[in-house]
C-alpha cells in the first residue's frame, strides 16, 4: 500500500515538473473576498488560463499581506468556448488584527505573445486587492465581477467592455486603468496601453471601456482598478487583469438600442424591452448579467421575443421585493452577441433599476402645547428609520418616479427620525409658534441610507393660541429656599361673545416643577379679572426649573365652566458645564413665545453687580478666556415677542442665577498610533503624533495600553513623560504579536480615549535550515530549528526520504534531527529528504497552525564544510 505521505511526495514532485514544463498559460484574472467575521474574510481567486497551454494549477500561493501565505487547492473549474478555462481558488485566512492589507497572488507566466507586455511569456502573472480591515466600515464585501475578462476585436472597430462589476453592500464603485502587474505585483517594465487610433477610455462612474479603435491584431492586456466607496471614503480596491484579442476582420459589431434606466416602487414589476440590430445581417444573442440576477427571492429573468437576422428583442422583467430596496441603482449589463462566421463581435449597454421602497402611510398629527404629535403605519418593508420634515412656507414638491426623500428645494426642513412611528417635534427644544400652519410628511430610510418616496398627503395643523396670553415668566429672585418668580399673563377681552360667561371669574394659578409641565397642581386663585400678576415665591429657584398655567373660570353658582385652553410657559433656567478656563451655558426654556435674543450677564466681582457680557440669538454661549479654578456667576435675559390677535408684543424675562468654576475636566484629543516590528531585534516600534501640535494645548505625557490577543482587554504597560516622546519600543515575552494603543494625558491628569487600536502580527518565529551533515565531525551534526525565544512550544515534524517513506517525526520543537532513520542507529544517506512540518505559533488571534514544506540536503560525508 502507498502511504498517503508518498503521494504527497510524488505529487510535490509532478507539480515542479509540470510548473517548469508548461508555464504559459495565464490570460486574466481577479481577487475578490466576502467578509465572515470581524477578522475573518473569504477570498475568492479566479483565473482565465488557455486549455491548450497544458497547464492546470492544482493550487495557488495567496500572500495574505500580514506576512503569511498560504497553498490554497482549486476548488472548480469551468470549460468557456474558443478553449478558455475559468478556474477558482478559495480560502479563509484571520486577520490579526485591523489594518490595510494587500493579498497578492502571483503564478508564471503569461502567456506568448501580448503586444504590450515585453517577453510576456517570460513574465509573471500577479493579481492583487487591498483589503481595508476596519470595524468603523462595518462588514464590506468586494464586488462581484459578472462579465468574463477573454475578449474579442476586430481592427479599426469600436470595441466596447463592462466589467459587470456588482456589490452586494451598495457600495459605490470607481473605475480607473492601471498597470498590469508582474512579480511581487510590481508594475511590469515597458507595460503601456494598447495603442489607438482615437482613444482608450474608460468611464470613471459605469465602468464602460471603450476602445476608439485597436490599429493592430494581435493579444493586448489591460487592468482595470475598482474602487470601493463607503460613505466618501475609499475600503478598498480589487483589480482585474483582462486580455483582449484582436482580429483582422469584414465583420461589424451589432448595436444595441440605448435602453433606458427604470425607477419603480417596491411591490411592481420592472419590464423594459430591450431591442438590438445587426448591421451585417447575422443572427444575435442577448445575455445580460446584474444584481437582479442574483436574488434568491424574485430575481429577473431574460426572455427572447423575437430573433431572426439582423435584429433580436428581448424582454427583461423582475417583480420587485422589499430585499431589492437599496441606495445605489441596481445595474444590469445587456451583450449582444453576433453570429459571424469570422469572428463573434459583442456590444455592451448598462441600465440601472432603482428599487424605491413605499411612502409612509396613515400620518396624523396631534397639536400640543408649543409641539406637534406626528403618528404614522408601520414600513411594510422594515425601515431601519424614519426621517420627519415639516415646512410653513409654500410647499414646492412635485412627484417624481425616480425622486426619493426632500429637501429644502422642496420648502421642507428636517426636524429629526425616530426608529419608531410617532415623533414629537418641538423645533429643536425653541418651542412651536402658536397660530403659525406646520405641514408634515415622513420618510422612511433602510440600513444603507435608501429613502423611500415621502408620505402621499401631508398633514397640517395650526396651533391655536392658549387663553389667557402668557407673556411673562421671570425669576426675580434665585435662592435655594425662598426664589421667587413673576408670572404675567393678558387680561382677557370680549369675554360678554362667550355663550354662559356671565361672570364672576376666576382666575386658577398652576405649577409644576419643570420645563413640561408635567406635574400641575393648583396652587392659588384670583378672584379679581384685572389683577394678571402674580409672585410665586418659596421656591429652589436655584436648582430648579417651574412652569405655569392659567385658567380662566366662569365662577357664578351653578354655572361654573373653564373658558378656553390655558397656555403653559416656563421659566429661563440655566445649565452650566465647567470647562479648561471656559463655563459653557446653556439656556432651557418651554415658552408659546419666540425668544430672538438673549443677553448673557456675568457677576463682577469688583463692582458686585451683573455685567452683560454679550447677545447671542442661539441657545449655547461658551464664556472663554477664565481662569481655572475661579468661580464665575452668571444670569440671562431672555427677549421675544407674543402674538395678540394679530399684533406682536414684546417680552422680557430673566433667567435664575447660576455659578460654576472653571477646571479641566475636558479629555485631550486621541493620538494618531503606527505600530511595526523589527522582527529581528525582537521588538515593536510605536510612533504617535503630539496632540498639542493640531487639537490640544495641555497634553504632557501617553499611557500605553497592550494586549497579545485581539479583541480581549488591554493592561497598561507604560507612562512616558513629556508630550514630544512620541515614540516607545515594546519588547514583547510570548510573541512578537499584538495589540496597541495609546492615550494623551493632560496637566489636569484628564486621559484622552484610546487611540485607534494597531495589532502587528507579520514576524515569522519558527525557521528551519535546508541543509546538515550528520558525520560526526560536530560541524552540523544535528539538524536544529530556529525558535528564537521559545516562542513556538509544539510542532509535528515529518521527513520523508525520495520513496516517500517516513524516516523521521517528532514534536520538539527544536527538531534535533541526528541523521538517524527512525527506530534504527543508522544514518541516512547522502541526498534531498522532504519535511512536512506543522507549527503552533502564538499569534495575536491565538494558537495558529502554520504549515512548512521544504527539501533537506543532507550530507553524510565527512566534507570539512561549514553549512550556514
Not at 44 to 64: A, I, N, P, Q
Not at 647 to 665: A, G
Given at each position: 500500500?502507498?502511504?498517503?505521505?508518498?503521494?504527497?511526495?510524488?505529487?510535490?514532485?509532478?507539480?515542479?515538473?509540470?510548473?517548469?514544463?508548461?508555464?504559459?498559460?495565464?490570460?486574466?484574472?481577479?481577487?475578490?473576498?466576502?467578509?465572515?467575521?470581524?477578522?475573518?474574510?473569504?477570498?475568492?481567486?479566479?483565473?482565465?488560463?488557455?486549455?491548450?497551454?497544458?497547464?492546470?494549477?492544482?493550487?495557488?500561493?495567496?500572500?495574505?499581506?500580514?506576512?503569511?501565505?498560504?497553498?490554497?487547492?482549486?476548488?472548480?473549474?469551468?470549460?468557456?468556448?474558443?478553449?478558455?478555462?475559468?478556474?477558482?481558488?478559495?480560502?479563509?485566512?484571520?486577520?490579526?488584527?485591523?489594518?490595510?492589507?494587500?493579498?497578492?497572488?502571483?503564478?508564471?507566466?503569461?502567456?506568448?505573445?501580448?503586444?504590450?507586455?515585453?517577453n510576456s511569456v517570460n513574465t509573471v502573472f500577479s493579481i492583487k486587492t487591498l483589503l481595508f480591515v476596519n470595524p468603523d466600515f462595518g462588514y464590506n464585501n468586494t464586488p462581484v465581477l459578472l462579465n468574463y475578462p477573454i475578449d474579442k476585436a476586430g481592427q479599426y472597430r469600436v470595441f466596447n467592455h463592462n466589467p459587470g462589476a456588482y456589490?452586494?453592500?451598495?457600495?459605490?464603485?470607481?473605475?480607473?486603468?492601471?498597470?498590469?502587474?508582474?512579480?511581487?505585483?510590481?508594475?511590469?517594465?515597458?507595460?503601456?496601453?494598447?495603442?489607438?487610433?482615437?482613444?482608450?477610455?474608460?468611464?470613471?462612474?459605469?465602468?464602460?471601456?471603450?476602445?476608439?479603435?485597436?490599429?493592430?491584431?494581435?493579444?493586448?492586456?489591460?487592468?482595470?482598478?475598482?474602487?470601493?466607496?463607503?460613505?466618501?471614503?475609499?475600503?478598498?480596491?480589487?483589480?482585474?487583469?483582462?486580455?483582449?484579442?484582436?482580429?483582422?476582420?469584414?465583420?461589424?459589431?451589432?448595436?444595441?438600442?440605448?435602453?433606458?434606466?427604470?425607477?419603480?416602487?417596491?411591490?411592481?414589476?420592472?419590464?423594459?424591452?430591450?431591442?438590438?440590430?445587426?448591421?451585417?445581417?447575422?443572427?444575435?444573442?442577448?445575455?445580460?448579467?446584474?444584481?437582479p440576477f442574483l436574488f434568491s427571492q424574485n430575481p429577473a429573468t431574460l426572455t427572447t421575443l423575437s430573433s431572426v437576422n439582423g435584429e433580436i428583442v428581448s424582454e427583461f422583467s423582475w417583480i420587485t421585493h422589499c430585499s431589492h430596496i437599496r441606495k445605489s441603482p441596481h445595474e444590469v449589463l445587456l451583450t449582444s452577441k453576433d453570429n459571424h462566421p469570422d469572428i463573434n463581435l459583442v456590444d455592451n449597454d448598462q441600465f440601472t433599476v432603482k428599487v424605491i421602497g413605499p411612502a409612509p402611510t396613515g400620518l396624523m398629527v396631534e397639536p400640543g402645547n408649543g409641539f406637534a404629535r406626528i403618528s404614522w403605519d408601520t414600513c411594510e418593508c422594515n425601515a431601519s428609520?424614519?426621517?420627519?420634515?415639516?415646512?410653513?412656507?409654500?410647499?414646492?414638491?412635485?412627484?417624481?418616479?425616480?425622486?426619493?426623500?426632500?429637501?429644502?428645494?422642496?420648502?421642507?426642513?428636517?426636524?429629526?427620525?425616530?426608529?419608531?412611528?410617532?415623533?414629537?417635534?418641538?423645533?429643536?427644544?425653541?418651542?412651536?409658534?402658536?397660530?403659525?400652519?406646520?405641514?408634515?410628511?415622513?420618510?422612511?430610510?433602510?440600513?444603507?441610507?435608501?429613502?423611500?418616496?415621502?408620505?402621499?398627503?401631508?398633514?397640517?395643523?395650526?396651533?391655536?393660541?392658549?387663553?389667557?396670553?402668557?407673556?411673562?415668566?421671570?425669576?426675580?429672585?434665585?435662592?435655594?429656599?425662598?426664589?421667587?418668580?413673576?408670572?404675567?399673563?393678558?387680561?382677557?377681552?370680549?369675554?360678554?361673545?362667550?355663550?354662559?360667561?356671565?361672570?364672576?371669574?376666576?382666575?386658577?394659578?398652576?405649577?409644576?416643577?419643570?420645563?413640561?409641565?408635567?406635574?400641575?397642581?393648583?396652587?392659588?386663585?384670583?378672584?379679581?379679572?384685572?389683577?394678571?400678576?402674580?409672585?410665586?415665591?418659596?421656591?429652589?429657584?436655584?436648582?430648579?426649573?417651574?412652569?405655569?398655567?392659567?385658567?380662566?373660570?366662569?365662577?357664578?353658582?351653578?354655572?361654573?365652566?373653564?373658558?378656553?385652553?390655558?397656555?403653559?410657559?416656563?421659566?429661563?433656567?440655566?445649565?452650566?458645564?465647567?470647562?479648561?478656563?471656559?463655563?459653557?451655558?446653556?439656556?432651557?426654556?418651554?415658552?408659546?413665545?419666540?425668544?430672538?435674543?438673549?443677553?448673557?450677564?456675568?457677576?463682577?466681582?469688583?463692582?458686585?453687580?451683573?455685567?452683560?457680557?454679550?447677545?447671542?440669538?442661539?441657545?449655547?454661549?461658551?464664556?472663554?478666556?477664565?481662569?481655572?479654578?475661579?468661580?464665575?456667576?452668571?444670569?440671562?435675559?431672555?427677549?421675544?415677542?407674543?402674538?395678540?390677535?394679530?399684533?406682536?408684543?414684546?417680552?422680557?424675562?430673566?433667567?435664575?442665577?447660576?455659578?460654576?468654576?472653571?477646571?479641566?475636566?475636558?479629555?485631550?484629543?486621541?493620538?494618531?498610533?503606527?505600530?511595526?516590528?523589527?522582527?529581528?531585534?525582537?521588538?515593536?516600534?510605536?510612533?504617535?503624533?503630539?496632540?498639542?501640535?493640531?487639537?490640544?494645548?495641555?497634553?504632557?505625557?501617553?499611557?500605553?495600553?497592550?494586549?497579545?490577543?485581539?479583541?480581549?482587554?488591554?493592561?497598561?504597560?507604560?507612562?512616558?513623560?513629556?508630550?514630544?516622546?512620541?515614540?516607545?519600543?515594546?519588547?514583547?515575552?510570548?510573541?512578537?504579536?499584538?495589540?496597541?494603543?495609546?492615550?494623551?494625558?493632560?496637566?489636569?491628569?484628564?486621559?484622552?480615549?484610546?487611540?485607534?487600536?494597531?495589532?502587528?502580527?507579520?514576524?515569522?518565529?519558527?525557521?528551519?535550515?535546508?541543509?546538515?551533515?550528520?558525520?560526526?565531525?560536530?560541524?552540523?551534526?544535528?539538524?536544529?530549528?530556529?525558535?528564537?525565544?521559545?516562542?513556538?512550544?509544539?510542532?509535528?515534524?515529518?521527513?520523508?526520504?525520495?520513496?516517500?517513506?517516513?524516516?523521521?517525526?517528532?514534536?520538539?520543537?527544536?527538531?534535533?534531527?541526528?541523521?538517524?532513520?527512525?527506530?534504527?542507529?543508522?544514518?541516512?544517506?547522502?541526498?534531498?529528504?522532504?519535511?512536512?512540518?506543522?507549527?503552533?505559533?502564538?499569534?495575536?488571534?491565538?494558537?495558529?497552525?502554520?504549515?512548512?514544506?521544504?527539501?533537506?540536503?543532507?550530507?553524510?560525508?565527512?566534507?570539512?564544510?561549514?553549512?550556514?
Amino acid at each position: 500500500m502507498i502511504s498517503k505521505y508518498k503521494i504527497v511526495f510524488f505529487l510535490v514532485l509532478s507539480l515542479i515538473m509540470i510548473y517548469q514544463a508548461f508555464a504559459t498559460h495565464n490570460r486574466a484574472g481577479e481577487i475578490t473576498y466576502k467578509q465572515i467575521s470581524n477578522l475573518t474574510y473569504e477570498i475568492t481567486v479566479t483565473t482565465y488560463t488557455y486549455k491548450l497551454s497544458g497547464v492546470f494549477r492544482l493550487s495557488l500561493d495567496v500572500e495574505w499581506g500580514d506576512g503569511t501565505i498560504s497553498t490554497v487547492a482549486r476548488r472548480d473549474s469551468i470549460s468557456l468556448p474558443d478553449n478558455y478555462i475559468r478556474s477558482t481558488y478559495v480560502a479563509r485566512h484571520t486577520y490579526p488584527g485591523p489594518g490595510i492589507f494587500e493579498i497578492l497572488v502571483q503564478d508564471p507566466n503569461r502567456n506568448y505573445g501580448v503586444v504590450n507586455i515585453p517577453n510576456s511569456v517570460n513574465t509573471v502573472f500577479s493579481i492583487k486587492t487591498l483589503l481595508f480591515v476596519n470595524p468603523d466600515f462595518g462588514y464590506n464585501n468586494t464586488p462581484v465581477l459578472l462579465n468574463y475578462p477573454i475578449d474579442k476585436a476586430g481592427q479599426y472597430r469600436v470595441f466596447n467592455h463592462n466589467p459587470g462589476a456588482y456589490d452586494i453592500d451598495g457600495d459605490s464603485l470607481s473605475y480607473k486603468f492601471t498597470a498590469c502587474t508582474g512579480e511581487d505585483g510590481n508594475p511590469i517594465v515597458g507595460y503601456s496601453l494598447p495603442p489607438a487610433t482615437n482613444s482608450l477610455t474608460i468611464d470613471p462612474i459605469t465602468g464602460n471601456l471603450i476602445w476608439d479603435t485597436p490599429p493592430y491584431v494581435g493579444k493586448y492586456n489591460i487592468a482595470i482598478m475598482i474602487e470601493e466607496w463607503r460613505n466618501n471614503i475609499k475600503i478598498g480596491y480589487i483589480t482585474r487583469d483582462m486580455q483582449i484579442d484582436v482580429f483582422t476582420t469584414e465583420n461589424l459589431p451589432p448595436v444595441n438600442i440605448d435602453p433606458s434606466d427604470i425607477c419603480i416602487p417596491v411591490g411592481d414589476t420592472a419590464s423594459i424591452l430591450l431591442r438590438s440590430t445587426d448591421p451585417n445581417n447575422d443572427l444575435i444573442s442577448h445575455t445580460a448579467v446584474g444584481g437582479p440576477f442574483l436574488f434568491s427571492q424574485n430575481p429577473a429573468t431574460l426572455t427572447t421575443l423575437s430573433s431572426v437576422n439582423g435584429e433580436i428583442v428581448s424582454e427583461f422583467s423582475w417583480i420587485t421585493h422589499c430585499s431589492h430596496i437599496r441606495k445605489s441603482p441596481h445595474e444590469v449589463l445587456l451583450t449582444s452577441k453576433d453570429n459571424h462566421p469570422d469572428i463573434n463581435l459583442v456590444d455592451n449597454d448598462q441600465f440601472t433599476v432603482k428599487v424605491i421602497g413605499p411612502a409612509p402611510t396613515g400620518l396624523m398629527v396631534e397639536p400640543g402645547n408649543g409641539f406637534a404629535r406626528i403618528s404614522w403605519d408601520t414600513c411594510e418593508c422594515n425601515a431601519s428609520k424614519y426621517l420627519i420634515y415639516r415646512r410653513d412656507v409654500q410647499s414646492y414638491y412635485s412627484f417624481d418616479s425616480c425622486k426619493t426623500g426632500l429637501t429644502e428645494e422642496d420648502g421642507y426642513i428636517f426636524v429629526g427620525e425616530s426608529t419608531d412611528t410617532v415623533f414629537r417635534d418641538d423645533d429643536f427644544g425653541e418651542g412651536l409658534v402658536q397660530g403659525i400652519e406646520y405641514c408634515y410628511r415622513v420618510v422612511s430610510e433602510y440600513a444603507d441610507g435608501a429613502q423611500s418616496y415621502p408620505s402621499d398627503e401631508e398633514v397640517c395643523i395650526s396651533l391655536s393660541p392658549g387663553f389667557p396670553i402668557i407673556t411673562n415668566v421671570s425669576v426675580d429672585l434665585t435662592d435655594k429656599v425662598n426664589g421667587e418668580i413673576m408670572v404675567k399673563w393678558e387680561k382677557p377681552d370680549r369675554l360678554d361673545t362667550v355663550p354662559g360667561a356671565t361672570g364672576p371669574f376666576k382666575y386658577l394659578i398652576y405649577r409644576s416643577e419643570d420645563l413640561y409641565g408635567m406635574k400641575f397642581n393648583l396652587i392659588d386663585s384670583i378672584n379679581d379679572l384685572n389683577d394678571t400678576i402674580f409672585l410665586d415665591n418659596g421656591l429652589n429657584t436655584a436648582d430648579s426649573a417651574y412652569s405655569y398655567s392659567i385658567a380662566l373660570f366662569n365662577d357664578a353658582p351653578g354655572n361654573r365652566f373653564r373658558i378656553g385652553t390655558p397656555q403653559m410657559a416656563s421659566s429661563v433656567f440655566l445649565s452650566l458645564t465647567p470647562a479648561d478656563n471656559a463655563v459653557l451655558i446653556k439656556i432651557n426654556k418651554n415658552t408659546p413665545w419666540l425668544d430672538n435674543q438673549y443677553i448673557i450677564y456675568k457677576y463682577n466681582n469688583t463692582t458686585l453687580q451683573f455685567d452683560s457680557i454679550a447677545a447671542t440669538e442661539n441657545r449655547n454661549y461658551n464664556d472663554i478666556s477664565l481662569t481655572n479654578g475661579t468661580n464665575v456667576c452668571y444670569k440671562v435675559q431672555s427677549i421675544g415677542k407674543y402674538k395678540d390677535g394679530s399684533n406682536l408684543f414684546e417680552t422680557r424675562n430673566w433667567s435664575n442665577e447660576r455659578c460654576e468654576t472653571p477646571m479641566d475636566y475636558q479629555h485631550p484629543c486621541q493620538p494618531e498610533l503606527n505600530v511595526r516590528s523589527s522582527c529581528d531585534s525582537l521588538f515593536n516600534f510605536l510612533t504617535w503624533n503630539n496632540p498639542n501640535n493640531t487639537c490640544a494645548d495641555d497634553v504632557i505625557g501617553y499611557k500605553v495600553y497592550f494586549t497579545k490577543l485581539y479583541n480581549t482587554a488591554f493592561d497598561s504597560i507604560a507612562h512616558i513623560d513629556g508630550a514630544e516622546n512620541t515614540f516607545y519600543q515594546h519588547f514583547p515575552e510570548e510573541s512578537m504579536g499584538g495589540c496597541y494603543a495609546v492615550s494623551a494625558v493632560d496637566s489636569f491628569g484628564n486621559e484622552s480615549n484610546l487611540s485607534y487600536v494597531s495589532c502587528v502580527d507579520e514576524c515569522s518565529y519558527y525557521l528551519l535550515p535546508n541543509v546538515f551533515s550528520p558525520n560526526s565531525d560536530n560541524l552540523n551534526d544535528l539538524f536544529v530549528a530556529e525558535n528564537p525565544l521559545g516562542y513556538v512550544k509544539k510542532v509535528d515534524m515529518k521527513i520523508f526520504n525520495r520513496w516517500g517513506e517516513l524516516v523521521f517525526q517528532t514534536e520538539n520543537p527544536l527538531i534535533e534531527w541526528d541523521g538517524k532513520i527512525k527506530g534504527t542507529n543508522s544514518i541516512v544517506a547522502t541526498g534531498v529528504y522532504y519535511y512536512i512540518c506543522d507549527v503552533w505559533e502564538p499569534r495575536v488571534t491565538g494558537l495558529e497552525v502554520r504549515n512548512l514544506v521544504g527539501f533537506i540536503h543532507v550530507y553524510t560525508e565527512k566534507t570539512g564544510l561549514i553549512f550556514e
